[in-house]
C-alpha cells in the first residue's frame, strides 16, 4: 500500500502546514477548500512557511520551490480527490461539518482512496459510516507547527483494517514525523487528552476574573520552566480551533465552557484575532510581549 497522491481537505493553519510538509518531503498535493477566498489564504500560509522552514530547518530556497510545486489547489472536491491515494481531512472541529463534509467525498472519490481524519477531540468511530469505507478510515492527527513539533498520533477505530492502520503509521514517518500509534480510541488522543484541559483551566480561570491572560501565562512559564504558558499556546493552536471545542462543550449543556465560548467569539473571533496566522490573539506578533527579555521579571 502506497502514497504517491495525497490530497488535503481544509486549509487551515494546520492543514496549509501538513500540505506543505508532506510536499516538503516529495509527495504530490492537492488541496481543497470551499471557496477562492480560503485558497488565497493558505497559499498566504504557505508563503510564510517557507521563511519558518528556512529558519528552523535550514531548508533551501530551491527545496521549498519545488516543495510549492508539488501542490495544486482546488475548490472542486471531485478534482481535488480524482487520484487520491490519501485523503487527510482538516476541516473545522464541528461534527455536522465533519459528516456532511465525508458524506459528499465518499460519492466523489476512488476506491482505492483512504480518509484520515484530523480531528482533535472527536473520534474515527463518530464518522466511520458516514465515509461509507470504515476499513478504510482512520485518524492521523498532528500537532501545531507541524515542521518542528513533528509528532502523528495514529488512531483506528473498530473496524479500521489493520494493514490502513500500518500503512499509515509508514506515511506519517515517510513525512518526517514521529509515528505514534494508538491501540484503542481515545476522545483527545495522547496530545489533546493532556493539553485540552490544561487550556481549558487557563480559559477558565480568565473568563472568571481570576487573572488576566499574561499573569497566568507567566505564572505557569516561571513554575514549570516552559516557553509559553497557555495563551501563548493558544495562538498557535488558532483561537478559532479553541472556540470550537468550547462551542460544542456549551452546545451539549456544560455553561461555563458556554461563557467561554461567548467571551472567544466576542472579544477575539469577531474583532479578527485569530491568534499567530492573524498576527494578533492573545499577544500581539511577530514580536508577543512573552518573548520580551523581562517578561517573566516581577
Known sequence: MTFQNVTVAGSGVLGSQIAFQTAYKEFKVSVYDINEEAIANAKERMLKLKERYKQDLGASEEALESAYNRISFYTDLADAVNDADLVIEAVPELVDIKTKFYQQLAQVAPEKTIFATNSSTLLPSQFADA?????KFLALHFANEIWVNNTAEIMKHPNTDPAVFEAIIDFARAIGMVALPLQKEQ???ILNSLLVPFLEAAQMLLVNGVADA????????????SPKGPFAILDVVGINTAYNIVYAKGQAGNEQSKKVADYLKSEYIDKGKLGTGTNEGFYSYPNPKYLEHDFLAD
Open 131 to 135: 465515509t461509507g469505507r470504515p476499513e
Open 214 to 225: 499574561e499573569t497566568i501565562d507567566k505564572t505557569w512559564m516561571i513554575a514549570t520552566g
Open 187 to 189: 476522545p483527545g488522543y
